[in-house]
């Protein structure tokens, strides 16, 4: 844990970690290592891995707990490591959770199950059971395009109360269900809030929000956190400076296909061209083609170079 | 229009006027009058008739000729008066723009048409084509849940090019929509981006937004406007004083009931216990139950109280 | 109504007819009066006009008004005429039912009002309304694609009773609902229940439905007659010979473009092709490029071959 | 396998098996027996263990081993057996695929992985990686409202020409889509298509299908045999005496509350009313409240009665 981190809620930048594959699927150890040092050197608050950046639904089970294991060693100490158990099954969910506590990580974050349609009845009972069980706070996760069920404000705030669930990453994009989250801080102003698109993050800082999990952040960390930071610090006309570039690498790097696969793409080539890792994805997901990836490197030096002129 | 309005622009709260209607369906006229006063003595900017919250989809022509004549005669002069002429047809819309031109009225709004899915290549033939033949400035709509189609970001700014469009109101909810669509005033800075949703209004504002079309100011001008200036002015103390009245309005009177009609019945009965007009609401949207408008009126009082308090 | 219709619930082929237009977007009244002999011609037992391969949404009053008064004119004695009227207000609806009625129309069909969601009870009142003030027998029509609204078995069910309702057409595609549907007839064996895609036209009678209302017997009103006749009489050797041009019309004339009006151009440029009317869609559908409508011509011929060979 | 099974291809009923557990969430080894040996009695094809009925997303890795263990010991030699291998990533269904292999069992299956949001040509991708790989046949399984990913008819008739494809199974409940999936059979007959909804099996199997997966056969293996006969004999008189019954089924066991889990429990606490095996369902799925399981008991005697006497 960053050491300068006195309060005692989750806030400031948190990166949503990619997993660093070889060509053979294999973990790529080295990158992720480079990986790890990159974002400490950046300054982040934490990493957040095996979340949908992550790629964790498409790794086996052997991968997820190297992963762990490489990214544990390298990061604590230094930064909030947060591991994704988001599982259709509880049971396999609680093994990545106990795995994430023997390595030392600070907290796990969970999405809803992700196969069955839940009600809110459903996923109340289902977190009061993970969170029961689980050996490490557990964070929320709400992304409704993916899971197909919403974690409503009412449940949230309900689950709030559990003393082992200490907050929420929202990647619903979603604005007015965000304010809905904010209120419930009025009650338990240490309970988190993060969120998760980046195009979002100054806005929902200056309304009170903790910080930001953010794909970017992985290429960049360093511009994420001046980001927050001016959010924080109220400080617009800084906000207004860094948002165009928030906005110019979500379109023009996560943008660079009509693939499902683009915004993984356009981060994990990016890295690749930085030198930092090797650029493969996982199946089911397919890479984007050449030209797209061409692209991504193109656009890349551009922003680049107007991060080092600012 | 607003004397005090010198901007080439349009920006501040511009009310989504409810259609204050009788029990037997035809317009309650007094009732319009009373509004339309009540919203002058507000302070707002504007008024924007036969929206969503107007029901323009649910009245007859008959009814929406009268509505536009009645206030524009009492508004014109103090309001802007933005005309919504949203229709599945494109010379059904055309006809509504010329009686809005022919009272004075300032600029028509449409969403897409709402019957068949559209991609994005015919929403663009189809604004270009309103854009065309409207005898008055044009400003789009984005609301997704009701239309079934999304203007994309790329449609937006090759509309906006069109000298006959000046703006967009946007009710999706998605933020980084709204993100993106602010990136557009860098090319063109009097083009107008509002914000439905009045949860996000603050946040749109300190972001670079213009204001907002919200539902809420029906009942409380005022307060919306203090709100609009507070963010304008980068007072975030007081943007952080006002916005639980917001959210509360949202809370306990929009969601006083599981109905689709929860919102309208919402804002009608609100208005009919500060006797401004008449509560009913037409089909097929059938009213909520005795109970919630009970729930309504209690909701209120306490939001009035906290208003007088504050 | 055709002579030989002894029965007293409506059966067979009632066409979804096209709205011929002319390139300056009013009504090819020579091309209508030429379709509805074509499908006189080809035996059909009626005609549905004003519906969603109709146009209805796009088409202005006047031409509406025009439509029902050529195509009775042409029709009645010959052909049953069910007319469209389904619109977001009442008042609307109400107005086209009386032209209908007036022009010795046989009954009115109406989809769900498509603005706002509605529940099951907001269905069942509007449904009921219509129903009381409507002075020809009402049809409902399942599209929740379209209108963002299913009428459940139960509601459809309970409308059943009301004398002034005399059936469904379902265009939903579900093969769950539509059985559910048939279990409605045990009770009320004269309740119509037709089939909106042709593909499934052959296993909805086989089944126990009444028909179908199927967009291609604009183009070959006789084949769609012999597939009814052919499930009837439960010949399935005839049935899966047939079905397979059924298929082809749908994925070579309807699938020549991956416009939203890949399949109503796909109907209009068979009938120009046929000389029997104008191919002119109305906005805001925009009409396939020149190369899909060529695409539908070559098929087209194949398709004519094919017929004329069995 | 069947002993009368002599046809190359799948077809019949085959049994989409409940997943037996005791109130500890472990296997219920002996209701897993009893079971098997249930339908065999009944007189099915086939069996398919691990798939939506049998809760195979929320069930952990070391059950799913036993369940495949005991259900092959049980089954084989007197029914085929398919393996369910639906994940969310390509390693574990392949290390399922493995455990069927040396179980004996005859074939797999997979939905589409089911986080991801993938087209059509990551799909195609996907299914050939899994058919390359799987020591076994592969079924293919589209269900789309929980894998969010349509298999395309086009993509089906090219992943058909694998030689390790042997057929699909479809619980879309789209009756145009199973219409296309039949053209399929025009050019590979032994392609073995098979309907999820028992709802619509009759008319399947009357149009060309194979046969169905149908939950409710769990219960009463072989009145879904009889219809599967039935239909496929042309015997509509038949077909129509029995598909009301299945139709109740649907209506009244599963549909006894408004909880996801409501088909799942009414199948469950059936065969547990029966004698068969524990009621047990597995998180994040809840089980529904005592009033409906009263309800399914009395709905299934109902049922019972009336197939006895018929």
């Known amino acids: 844990m960053n050491t300068e981190n006195t309060s005692d809620k989750l806030e400031g930048i948190i990166v949503p970690m990619v997993t660093?594959?070889?060509?053979?699927?294999e973990l790529d150890k080295k990158g992720t290592e480079r990986l790890v040092r990159h974002l400490i050197n950046g300054g982040v608050q934490g990493i957040f891995i095996l979340g949908t950046t992550g790629e964790a639904a498409s790794l086996k089970p052997a991968i997820k707990k190297e992963l762990i294991e490489i990214t544990c060693k390298e990061a604590l100490g230094q930064l909030l490591v947060l591991v994704g158990i988001t599982h259709t099954s509880v049971d396999v969910s609680m093994k990545?959770?106990?795995?994430?506590?023997?390595?030392?990580?600070d907290a796990v974050v969970a999405a809803p199950p992700y196969y069955f349609h839940l009600d809110q009845d459903d996923l109340f009972k289902y977190y009061i059971k993970l969170a029961d069980q689980s050996p490490l706070p557990l964070f929320l996760y709400n992304f409704p395009i993916m899971t197909k069920s919403t974690i409503e404000p009412e449940t949230v705030k309900r689950l709030s109360q559990h003393p082992n669930i200490i907050g929420i990453k929202d990647s619903s994009g979603n604005g007015v269900y965000y304010q809905k989250l904010l209120a419930i801080k009025k009650e338990k102003p240490e309970f988190s809030i993060l969120i998760g698109p980046e195009e979002m993050l100054a806005q929902s800082?200056?309304?009170g929000g903790d910080g930001g999990v953010n794909g970017g952040a992985n290429i960049f960390p360093g511009l994420y956190v001046r980001l927050f930071e001016a959010a924080k610090n109220r400080d617009i006309d800084l906000v207004n400076k860094i948002q165009p570039l928030i906005l110019e690498i979500s379109k023009n790097i996560y943008g660079c296909s009509p693939k499902t696969s683009s915004y993984l793409c356009g981060v994990k080539e990016s890295l690749y061209y930085l030198g930092i890792c090797e650029p493969h994805i996982a199946p089911p997901l397919q890479s984007v083609d050449t030209k797209a990836k061409e692209t991504i490197v193109q656009n890349l030096e551009k922003i680049i170079f107007k991060i080092k002129s600012n």
């Open 20 to 25: 660093p594959l070889l060509s053979n699927g």
């Open 205 to 207: 800082v200056l309304s």
């Open 96 to 105: 990545i959770a106990k795995t994430a506590k023997e390595n030392g990580a």
